[in-house]
């Protein structure tokens, strides 16, 4: 295939307007040894549809969820998206238009994101969102950027029960800075205000935790903000915007940094991407805030615009004293969650959540009552609980497997302790049938 | 009701924003009433950390939320809609089949904790995505995480404090041109490293003696990018390398121009040791009003060790597997494995078109970048000579009139041609690049409009200074939304509803 237009007589044409004899004397500056001298080596071009046929050959070889029953979570959820959402986020006007630079040409993307970061904010209780990050761990890990920008003090405190994997992601951040990381473990599931009391000093940069966290268990963020105030340090919380739904809102907990994973809020499970991290923050870490910033002002005449704003944050203006180098925003996948967030509304949020909260309850009630299974922590869950088996876990998963079940993710991976233990997520997309199916694979296991 | 005309909304209208079209018990979605048991919050969360409401999100109903998403996808350019000469940016046709194959069930429903086993079509599908990348480089091996080019930027600056430290040394400076794009410099300190700029020449090419000057033993890496930022390719890359190496730092390639040399020359055989793509430039994947990109990062051989963990790895019984197990690896960058969805994208980019279709896209990006400057001959300055990579600046010759490269740029708008890159590398100047995809029709009415824009400020400067008058919007102030931010959309005050008080409508321009 080729994408190009310009027919031979084209070339031709522009090659004589220009006064020369081929194209090769344009690239006269490429050095005669740093040219290739061969074709790349890579496989031939295809036809339309000789790629379509390749293309679902290559999707039919994965079994996905809409094959497999999916009780996976671990910061990605199966949970149901409204055909709105592919439909108006679909239309090519969107999805082909570049950063809204050119405010005058880019109103509808601007305001989109100014609607985005609005909901962001009434979904956390926060003052001020930016207009989204690449996805949950580096949010997180630009959230932490930030509270050292603010304070200048040189050692993170992590939750054990922030998701492993942004865990990793935050020590790669900090490995090139004079940073240290400390994690405080969380044997009972919970963060210990205690034991975090203790670990916080005045050098605490900030205190990062994660509500309901990896272990589904849902935190006191009230009290683990006071403890962190009171070594002078903001509060990072990582957020499950559907459990927004139900709990207290970071912003009423006094969190300082809300950030999350926006993956829930509309968008396909994608094999891990593209994904949204948002970020909402208090007042007073509006012009610390990384990424992209959408504000409201006037036109010539009065009217109400958008354009993007404080960009003397930005890489093209600070360069070398950038805040952040993040120079753009997750745009297709802040217009998902802006659509999925007005479609699902008020009642709507507060009933996926309420639904999540019935169902994963319910699941785990019938597993707990199986012999040889456990819940593995007494904390209060959301939407996903640890089960501790005396069965092997890997076989456990297999044959639920077989059975067209991804029962859980298995813990052994990042956990040492929780070998045994695996990962289960129930969204409102599990039908209560479901539900029987995999309590009834486990127990044959 | 109102009888106030002024109160019906003109067709022209900015639509209200969602909030003010919220409609108390309104929905767009429908779900099953529970069939379990419903658990009461209270009884299994403690009751402090609860919410006592809902947060207070809108509510509008289905139609409403389509017709006021379809106005705002009305008020944008676009890529479809529109030429967009974007310097530095690549806008690209974006292919409709790519979009097909991205929303292919069999990739859109993978959870990224499956099995190896399960998603065998995408790890294959990456993995050949990851050679491909590796060939147009030549390069040794490619990570698909990073998600933007700035991500890959200090993916690739990682990787090569990795390296250094491997051998025992913590270097803290990395060189780049003044020229560099602003996320280089960013990319360096959020690495906890020096930026040093070093100088250009008159002509646009790296200065080789004020490069010599600066590169030390605590030189890390110099980031260069090539074709560079003006539009052209160095000579003296050859040269440049040489002497990066020469300290014991390596070469990094801001691959933002890669389109201009696809099959024509690989930054590996050009002295490159670590790069990075940006797959929403070269490889068609569309911008998305700003996102997502993905940005891979290939290296040269005896850097693979030190890629972000998990890596895409092919068995010897010709599965593919992620590889976990990485002791020296940076370690992870990201949550899961990359943008996948739009990896897909450019990997059915080069599927269809192959070596030969590749090395195309090069060639007609150049000519069309060239064609057009050439038409334009005369009626702008050239701060460069030509021949020219995929890009060039032009600088308009038209301050006698008060006109600046913002009201030319504006003003294209109102012929529905988005703006050129303004006002860098070099001062005054607009950054053109065309792309393959247009037409020479398009091509020539672009140039037509440039130059009947360039007559029409020796006229009509007015025009310019007022433009876009075609377009939503005039020109915003700018200068106020940053004095006084209002970054989100707030409730009336519970008084001013009281008195039926709503936000004020719209201003209509009576001109």
């Known amino acids: 295939m080729q994408y190009t237009q310009l027919t031979d007589n084209d070339v031709r044409q522009m090659l004589d307007r220009i006064g020369i004899e081929s194209i090769d004397a344009l690239f006269q500056n490429v050095p005669k040894r740093a040219r290739l001298d061969r074709p790349l080596c890579l496989p031939a071009a295809m036809t339309e549809p000789e790629l379509i046929a390749h293309l679902g050959a290559l999707a039919g070889a994965n079994h996905g969820c809409d094959e497999l029953t999916c009780f996976l979570g671990g910061g990605a959820y199966d949970h149901f998206i409204p055909t709105v959402v592919d439909a108006l986020a679909g239309q090519s006007e969107f999805v082909t238009a570049y950063t809204p630079y050119q405010a005058e040409a880019s109103q509808g993307a601007l305001q989109a994101f100014f609607e985005y970061q609005t909901l962001i904010c009434q979904l956390t209780g926060m003052d001020v969102s930016n207009a989204s ?75 990062v935790v994660q509500s309901p966290n990896f272990f589904g268990c849902v935190e006191s963020l009230e009290r683990l903000a006071a403890v962190t105030h009171d070594a002078g340090a903001p509060l990072i919380a990582s957020v499950d915007p ?3 739904g139900l709990l207290k809102l970071p912003g009423a907990c006094g969190v300082d940094i809300a950030v999350g994973e926006g993956q829930p809020l509309g968008i396909p499970l994608g094999w891990g991407g593209p994904y949204l991290g948002f970020m909402a923050v208090r007042e007073a870490f509006m012009r610390k805030l990384p990424g992209r910033l959408v504000g409201a002002t006037r036109d010539t005449n009065g009217r109400r615009s958008f354009c993007l704003t404080l960009q003397t944050r930005e890489q093209h203006i600070r360069r070398e004293r950038a805040t952040s180098n993040v120079c753009t925003n997750q745009g297709l996948l802040a217009l998902r969650a802006t659509i999925y967030l007005s479609a699902v509304g008020r009642t709507g949020i507060a009933n996926v959540a309420s639904l999540c909260l019935s169902k994963a309850h319910y699941a785990a009630e019938r597993i707990a009552a199986l012999d040889r299974f456990e819940l593995a922590f007494a904390a209060p869950f959301f939407k996903e609980f640890v089960v501790r088996t005396r069965k092997d876990v890997g076989k456990v998963l297999q044959h639920a497997r077989q059975h067209g079940i991804l029962a859980g993710v298995a813990l052994g991976r990042w956990h040492e302790a929780l070998r045994d233990c695996f990962l289960v997520a129930v969204t409102e997309k599990r039908t209560r049938a479901q539900i029987d199916a995999l309590v009834a694979a486990l127990k044959e296991a | ?225 090539n074709p560079n930022t003006a539009g052209l390719f160095d000579s003296h890359i050859a040269d440049i390398a040489e002497i990066v190496h020469g300290a014991g730092a390596l070469l990094y390639l801001d691959g933002a121009n890669m389109n201009a040399i696809l099959g024509v ?61 990485r002791p020296d690896s940076i370690g992870k960058v990201r949550s899961f494995y990359g943008q996948t969805g739009v990896l897909i994208r450019a990997y059915a980019y080069i599927a269809a078109l192959g070596p030969e279709g590749l090395r195309d896209v090069s060639e007609k990006a150049v000519l069309a970048a060239n064609y057009v400057a050439a038409r334009l001959k005369g009626h702008f300055a050239f701060p460069f000579e030509g021949p020219y990579a995929h890009e060039f600046l032009i600088v308009p010759q038209l301050t006698q009139h008060g006109v600046t490269e913002l009201d030319v740029a504006k003003r294209l708008i109102d012929f ?62 700018e200068v106020g939304a940053a004095r006084k931010p209002e970054l989100r959309w707030r409730a009336a005050e519970p008084q001013d509803k009281s008195a039926g008080q709503q936000e004020p409508p719209p201003r209509i321009h009576k001109a």
């Open chain 1, 133 to 207: 990050l690449y996805d949950g761990a580096t949010a997180t890990a630009e959230a932490a950027l930030m509270a050292r920008g603010a304070n200048g003090r040189r050692r993170l405190i992590v939750s054990g029960g922030v998701h492993p994997d942004t865990r990793r992601v935050l020590e790669t951040y900090l490995r090139e800075l004079p940073m240290e990381l400390e994690i405080i473990e969380t044997p009972t599931g919970l963060t210990d205000p205690g034991v975090l009391r203790k670990a916080c000093s005045d050098e605490t940069t900030a205190v």
């Open chain 1, 242 to 244: 559907i459990a927004c």
């Open chain 2, 265 to 325: 020359a690989r930054p590996g055989d050009f002295g490159v040791d670590v790069m990075h793509y940006n797959v929403h430039k070269t490889f068609s994947t569309p911008h998305g009003c700003g996102g997502p990109g993905a940005g891979p990062v290939a290296v040269r051989a005896g850097l693979e060790r030190f890629l972000p963990t998990p890596h895409i790895v092919r068995r010897d019984d010709g599965t593919y597997a992620l590889d976990h197990d």
């Open chain 2, 1 to 225: 009701m109102t009888s106030n005309p002024d109160r019906i909304p003109r067709p022209d209208a900015p639509p209200p924003l969602l909030f003010e079209q919220s409609h108390p018990g309104a929905c767009a979605v429908s779900l099953p009433a529970a069939d379990v048991p419903t658990v009461k919050p209270a009884s299994v969360i403690p009751a402090d950390l609860l919410a006592a409401v809902p947060p207070p999100l809108p509510e509008i109903g289905e139609l409403d939320l389509v017709r006021h998403f379809t106005r705002l996808a009305h008020r944008l350019f676009s890529v479809d809609a529109n030429f967009y000469p974007l310097g530095s940016c690549t806008m690209k046709y974006n292919p409709k089949i790519n979009e097909r194959a991205a929303a292919m069930p069999g990739f859109t429903n993978l959870h990224p904790l499956q099995a190896d086993e399960d998603v065998q079509g995408m790890l294959g599908l990456l993995h050949t995505l990851q050679t491909a990348l590796a060939e147009i480089a030549g390069l040794a091996d490619v990570t698909l995480q990073p998600a933007a080019g700035a991500h890959g930027e200090m993916t690739g600056l990682m990787l090569i404090n990795a390296w250094h430290r491997s051998r025992g040394e913590t270097r803290t400076k990395v060189l780049a041109p003044d020229t560099a794009h602003g996320t280089n410099p960013a990319s360096c300190t959020v690495c906890g490293r020096h930026a040093i700029p070093i100088k250009s020449l008159p002509n646009g090419r790296v200065d080789l003696d004020d490069l010599r000057k600066r590169v030390d033993e605590q030189t890390a890496a110099m980031m260069i990018t």
């Open chain 2, 416 to 477: 529905g041609i988005h703006p050129p890159t303004m006002s860098w590398p070099v001062a005054h100047c607009l950054m053109i690049e065309p792309t393959e995809t247009e037409s020479l029709a398009t091509l020539d009415a672009f140039a037509n409009t440039l130059i009947h824009i360039a007559n029409e400020a020796a006229t009509q400067p007015d025009r310019l200074h007022s433009a876009p008058q075609h377009a939503p919007v005039t020109r915003l102030d």
